[in-house]
């Protein structure tokens, strides 16, 4: 298996899903998980803009939260791109953040410059 496929059906897997494979429509690359999952490969190991924006469609296509999903080649630590407030969801259902933060005041944050 090549080793983009052998990337995305092992995250796919971890998150409790499958890799959907080669569809020929706009859709995350898995199937039978809590959000729409792009995984990527890249040389740098960083996001794109577009990657990104990607990840967005499909959620707004799919109806789930998404995740960007970045893996550098050789590398068994890909990084995940989400959105801040649904980060805060998730540390806070795990009991990560501080037990009498508002989360849901703190999905808004404002970023100058």
Known sequence: MIAWKAAELRIC?????ERRGPTGHAVSDCVGTRWTVSVKRSKRG????AWIDD???FSRREHKPWLL??????SHTPIVVLEFAHFLEL???A??????MDV??????????
């Open 104 to 113: 849901v005041s703190n999905t808004h944050v404002e970023v100058e410059g």
């Open 13 to 17: 897997r971890a998150l409790g899903g």
């Open 69 to 74: 999903v970045v893996a550098q080649p050789n």
């Open 46 to 49: 960083t996001p794109e803009r």
């Open 95 to 100: 009991g990560w953040l501080p037990k009498d």
């Open 55 to 57: 990840a967005i469609a």
């Open 91 to 93: 540390a806070g259902g």
